[in-house]
T-cell receptor, first 118, second 110 residues
Framework: DTGVSQNPRHKITKRGQNVTFRCDPI?????LYWYRQTLGQGPEFLTYFQNEAQLEKSRLLSDRFSAERPKGSFSTLEIQRTEQGDSAMYLC????????????????FGPGTRLLVL | QKEVEQNSGPLSVPEGAIASLNCTYS??????FFWYRQYSGKSPELIMS????GDKEDGRFTAQLNKASQYVSLLIRDSQPSDSATYLCAVNTGFQKLVFGTGTRLLVSP
């Protein structure tokens, strides 16, 4: 049983560079979420996909942020022209679209990608 | 007013005691509620979920929900030093996103 995986686990980049992160959800999960977490805060929702459709992206932090899930499996989050304020942990989560036996749709998180922008 | 509020702590309890963690939320339409545990530098790990008023028990953990008071709590019985972590309360308002509190840091001393 494999959980949500994310790559890379750590990324150091210089301001102005572009970065791309990958998330592989739990295999039977059709919903995928991206969150950002900064120090001392809870995760902040960015966007989510149901299969390949991006159903909510209004919380993406600026037009420098974009996400894709081209075949409804893995997803990528890209940040263009990175800024020091983008330094954070980027978390991916996945869930079943149906609520499941418990009646509650539960999101399971990957290990995260820690980004440091110098 | 923040959507989900938690006391940041730290909450310090001795080993073997009951730790009580609290969370309030502002959206009355919220449908389901979650407690995640997060160790320093790691990602959130699901502890409990609850969506009906009352108590839900799982091992040493009990989640309590009171929708009228917009209040969720997590009780940890027989606290262990390994329970020392930040506990995040999360609320699903029905729009397929979780809204998190800032977390409560729990310290369990041997």
């Amino acid at each position: 049983d494999t959980g949500v995986s994310q790559n890379p686990r750590h990324k150091i980049t210089k301001r102005g560079q572009n970065v791309t992160f990958r998330c592989d959800p739990i295999s039977e999960h059709n919903r995928l979420y991206w969150y950002r977490q900064t120090l001392g805060q809870g995760p902040e929702f960015l966007t989510y996909f149901q299969n390949e459709a991006q159903l909510e992206k209004s919380r993406l932090l600026s037009d420098r942020f974009s996400a894709e899930r081209p075949k409804g499996s893995f997803s990528t989050l890209e940040i263009q022209r990175t800024e020091q304020g983008d330094s954070a942990m980027y978390l991916c989560a996945s869930s079943l679209g149906l609520a499941g036996e418990s009646g509650v749709e539960t999101q399971y998180f990957g290990p995260g990608t820690r980004l440091l922008v110098l | 007013q923040k959507e989900v509020e938690q006391n940041s702590g730290p909450l310090s309890v001795p080993e073997g005691a009951i730790a009580s963690l609290n969370c309030t939320y502002s959206d009355r339409g919220s449908q389901s509620f979650f407690w995640y545990r997060q160790y320093s530098g790691k990602s959130p790990e699901l502890i409990m979920s609850i969506y009906s008023n009352g108590d839900k028990e799982d091992g040493r953990f009990t989640a309590q929900l009171n929708k009228a008071s917009q209040y969720v709590s997590l009780l940890i019985r027989d606290s262990q030093p390994s329970d020392s972590a930040t506990y995040l309360c999360a609320v699903n308002t029905g729009f397929q996103k979780l809204v998190f509190g800032t977390g409560t840091r729990l310290l369990v001393s041997p």
